[in-house]
């Protein structure tokens, strides 16, 4: 009986946890039992319109929806339980009668001991305020007042489709100016946008008004011309490097500067935009090798692409390689949330990167690519730099903010790159402690001495390890032999099993427990439901993570102290 007692308050207190993680939570979350609600978070209250979260209970969900969608409603009520799918689109109304389009997803889920269904909803309504301004961001550059990347790429979409039709095809001039890193060394980087303004005042001038322009990259400048004779496109080339043939002025600083164009064609035989990029980089990379302040046609195409290893190939490397050029690439946090009462706010640093349609590709489908074609380690110092950069600014305000930054596994044979990451440290003065590199525990057992090499290197530099995806190998723990690591991420594959898998929730416990007998805290990552977190609490873990808790955001802003507060309270009632 005393057992029994024990673990109701154990699930009591897990439960509270819940409530207090849930009312921190971006999205609407509800629980109904019997159709009617019987708890609801403060957005959930909001986006219906009600002041009082008293004020919904014991309402029927049914009040929530739009009269003509209720039969439909019903038969998904009916059924979703017994079926895979458990998302529904369907217009909601609001207290006052306005109505929304949400997004509706129901999983089972328990409150106080009671089976019930947990509902999220998320607002589709987007202001067209919003959408206007994201369509203007998307078109224009607003430094050199040409069109951007993304517009360019657009425009040459279409001219490819037009070729394929029959139709006449254009030339792309590729520009860089020459020396670039010396321009900006002499210059200052805080004068390259005014540069930058200059140059796409000088294209401007000299080109047609059926030419497009665009600033592709940093230092790449893109124009698309329609114009049929090669000849005039040629004079129309010079007369563009003559014209950057110039002295270039800002903050009482002037510099001579010149510039290289390489051309390309857009043909019936072309099928992305890639390919002619990639041709016309070829091209104005021969102009710069011939002493620069020139233009420099591409030619036989078929001899080209005999050499690359495969078209996928060469769009990937051109995609990374602009992504890296024009700084494409992004960084998103995700916080770490403590179950103890530790005052380190962490979070994960995680890697995105877009398509030229907007797309997000996932790290999965773009760094095999990165490591195939030795653009990893590159990939490695964007993301070691950026974090640094963004931690910088975030110690300037909160300074127990620290983060963990995932390592390629071509990181441990690059000799140069903690020599790099000392550099940044000591240029950002960011303490060192703020950095905790992420080794996975198949890097570590595959690469032992090297990781071991690393490692070693690492906390000379006063920098921390976690071993992450822990808990797959036979003998886990003898890692530490090796790798000094500070903290253990066990892997999603075994946290995940714990709903499913009677003998986990024991084992996880058990492998819990042994790391803080070595005094190494514990994450459990990938916590995607109140279910599991529940389960996690009572296996006494000392950090969770996971889209539940929070979605991985472009900027470091999450309440660490006011959830803390809240855990901390929660914790009290139930003991």
């Known amino acids: 009986r005393k057992g029994l007692t024990e673990y109701k308050r154990a699930n009591q207190e897990s439960e509270k946890r819940c409530h207090t993680l849930m009312d921190s939570s971006r999205d609407a979350i509800a629980y109904i039992h019997e159709g009617m609600h019987i708890y609801s978070n403060g957005v959930y209250v909001d986006m219906f319109g009600f002041e009082d979260k008293d004020d919904l209970e014991g309402l029927p969900i049914l009040d929530m929806v739009a009269e003509e969608e209720h039969q439909r409603f019903k038969e998904f009520l009916a059924n979703f339980d017994k079926e895979s799918e458990n998302n529904v689109e369907i217009k909601c109304v609001r207290d006052d009668g306005t109505e929304f389009g949400a997004a509706m997803e129901f999983s089972k889920a328990s409150i106080d001991g009671e089976a019930c269904t947990q509902v999220l909803i998320r607002d589709r309504a987007i202001s067209e305020d919003v959408i206007h301004e994201l369509e203007e961001l998307k078109t224009l550059d607003q430094v050199s007042g040409l069109y951007n990347r993304q517009a360019f790429l ?49 294209i401007r001038q000299i080109i047609d008004s059926e030419d497009f322009a665009a600033r592709f990259g940093e230092n790449t400048y893109t124009i698309m011309t329609k114009e049929p004779d090669l000849k005039k496109i040629s004079i129309k080339a010079k007369k563009l490097v003559n014209a950057l043939n110039t002295i270039v002025e800002a903050s009482n600083k002037s510099l001579q500067i010149t510039a290289s164009i390489g051309l390309a064609a857009i043909s019936s035989k072309t099928r992305t935009p890639y390919e002619v990029i990639a041709c016309a980089d070829v091209a104005c990379n021969q102009a710069k090798e011939a002493g620069g302040n020139t233009i420099s046609a591409y030619k036989d195409p078929e001899k080209e692409a005999e050499k690359a290893e495969s078209e996928a190939d060469l769009h990937w490397v051109n995609l990374l390689k602009n992504a890296l050029e024009n700084n494409l690439f992004a960084l998103a946090f995700q916080p770490v949330i403590s179950l103890t009462e530790s005052e380190e706010e962490i979070y994960e640093v995680l890697l995105r990167l877009q398509d030229e349609a907007g797309e997000e590709i996932r790290p999965g489908e773009f760094l095999p690519a990165a490591e195939k074609s030795g653009m990893i380690n590159l990939i490695d110092r964007w993301v070691i730099g950026r974090a640094l950069h963004m931690l910088a600014e975030k110690l300037k305000e909160q300074q127990k903010t620290s983060l963990f930054i ?45 990781i071991a090499k690393f490692s070693r290197t690492i906390k000379k530099m006063r920098c921390r390890i976690i071993i992450s995806k822990f808990g797959m190998a036979d003998d886990p723990f003898k890692i530490f032999k090796t790798v000094p690591a ?54 006494v873990f000392d950090f969770i993570q996971g889209n539940f808790l929070q979605e991985p955001d472009i900027v470091m802003q999450f309440d660490f102290g006011e959830n803390e507060k809240s855990m901390h309270r929660s914790q009290q009632a139930a003991s």
């Open 154 to 202: 657009s425009e040459m979409e279409q001219a490819i489709t037009d070729a394929n039709a029959g139709n006449r095809g254009c030339v792309i001039l590729y520009l860089e100016l020459d020396k670039f890193e010396a321009i900006k060394t002499h210059m200052g980087i805080e004068n390259i946008d005014a540069v930058t303004g200059t140059i796409g005042k000088i």
């Open 486 to 539: 500070d903290y253990i991420k066990v892997s999603s594959d075994l946290t995940g099993k714990i709903g499913t898998d009677p003998s986990m929730m024991q084992k996880m416990t058990e492998l819990v427990a042994q790391a803080h007998e070595m005094e190494k805290p514990v994450l459990a990552p990938h916590v995607e439901s109140a279910e599991s977190m529940a389960v996690l609490f009572q296996c």
């Open 406 to 450: 995932k390592l390629s596994g071509s990181a441990y044979s690059d000799e140069s790159l903690l020599p790099w990451v000392y550099e940044r440290v000591k240029a950002t003065r960011v303490d060192p402690e703020r950095l905790i590199f992420e080794v996975s525990e198949s890097d570590a057992l595959g690469h032992i001495s090297q």
